[in-house]
């Protein structure tokens, strides 16, 4: 549980995709322009839509960035246990995989 809370705020994915669409649209625009296309509507709406995507990969980065840093916060202390050296090294002789003739 506590792993896919801490998965939460990140956007990677949205930082990496949000601005390719904007940046695709643009460059096709110039290409049509270099190419002498006079009908560029087709491409002020792909660069209307790029622009959208960007706007809403923003929002999730912002929205979900702080949600994740709270929830990370609030179940950390109740989802996870912090182990000492000597509960650690315990656990083990305990399972067998460290002997106590080892110590």
């Not at 949205?14 to 190419?35: C, F, H, N, S, T």
């Amino acid at each position: 549980v506590f792993v896919a809370l801490a998965w939460l705020p990140k956007a990677t994915v949205q930082a990496a995709i949000g601005p390719v669409a904007l940046d695709m649209a643009k460059q096709a625009m110039q290409r049509a322009k270099k190419e002498g296309v006079e009908d560029l509507d087709r491409y002020m709406t792909d660069i209307e839509l790029g622009s959208s995507v960007l706007t809403i990969a923003v929002l999730v980065i912002l929205i979900t960035a702080p949600i994740g840093a709270v929830a990370v916060m609030t179940a950390g202390p109740k989802l996870l246990e912090k182990y000492t050296e000597g509960e650690a090294e315990q656990d083990r002789i305990e399972s067998g995989k460290l002997k106590e003739e080892q110590l």
